[in-house]
């Protein structure tokens, strides 16, 4: 994912370059005609939404800008600090050959350079013809479905409303840097049902009052996610415990086969069991 982000973002501020007066000339040794330099902006500019796009199927909406935004600075420092000055260099360094005034060689020598710029050109056209689709098209395929889009998602009810919740990593719960077990689980509520929902909480065992209903679901609606702490008591008996308020101040519960939604996570407990 982080691969195909950084190609179509590189390609993109290649684009960008070779749409500019300077760094066309030095890079291909001519100036592209108007057009062809606005056809290469936009070109840029739409990789750079893909990109974008990429970035916020893969790690949703806050941290795919972020993906985005330093891809587009891992691109740019190579492409400005090492490329474009090597092309700017080597343009400056060669001397510009002997041209006749006039006669046979004067017309041959135009011919040549003219049958040299179409050449470069028609590269350049079929370069980005197949780079641009088959670059969308790999990183499309290789972005990894959102959490509550995989197979092992669980549907319910809670409620009116339903549902479907997953484990976001599938691995056991990790330690954070306070020493608590930590778990992340996302949901995803009907698209009907977000406008009545005024927020939704899990947690490792029934809550007694909403005050008591766990971690809050936090993010876009179709990207809610939670991490949840495991005590070291908690036991797998206890249940994932889902609560919902609704905007007309209901408050609906439901428990969720934990050893069917995150196995890892019943495994763990089921070990914590053991050793208490």
Request: with cysteine; glycine share 8%; net charge positive.
């Amino acid at each position: 994912m982080a691969i195909a982000l950084l190609v179509v973002t590189t390609f993109a501020f290649a684009a960008f370059a070779l749409g500019m007066e300077r760094h066309a000339k030095d890079v291909l040794g001519v100036v592209p005609a108007p057009r062809r330099r606005l056809g290469l902006r936009i070109a840029g500019w739409v990789l750079l939404a893909v990109a974008m796009a990429i970035g916020m199927l893969g790690w949703g909406a806050t941290v795919g800008v972020v993906e985005w935004t330093g891809a587009m600075t891992v691109a740019t420092v190579p492409l400005v600090m090492l490329v474009l000055p090597y092309y700017s260099r080597r343009h400056r360094r060669s001397p510009a050959p002997a041209m006749p005034a006039s006669g046979p060689e004067f017309g041959e020598l135009v011919a040549a350079r003219r049958s040299l710029t179409a050449r470069l050109w028609r590269g350049v056209r079929v370069l980005v013809l197949v780079a641009l689709p088959a670059g969308i098209a790999w990183a499309f395929v290789n972005v990894p479905p959102s959490p509550v889009q995989r197979d092992d998602a669980l549907a319910g009810r809670v409620g009116p409303w339903t549902f479907v919740i997953a484990d976001v990593t599938r691995k056991p719960p990790e330690p954070s840097a306070l020493g608590t077990a930590m778990k992340a689980f996302q949901v995803r509520f009907c698209t009907g049902c977000d406008t009545q929902i005024r927020s939704a909480y899990l947690k490792i065992r029934q809550p007694r009052s909403l005050r008591g209903a766990g971690m809050v679901f936090q993010g876009p609606s179709w990207n809610r996610r939670a991490d949840i702490q495991i005590a070291p008591t908690a036991r797998i008996e206890d249940g994932l415990w889902l609560t919902v308020e609704g905007m007309d101040g209901s408050v609906h519960a439901v428990e969720i086969d934990l050893a069917r939604v995150s196995p890892a996570t019943a495994r763990y407990l089921s070990a914590l069991t053991g050793r208490q």
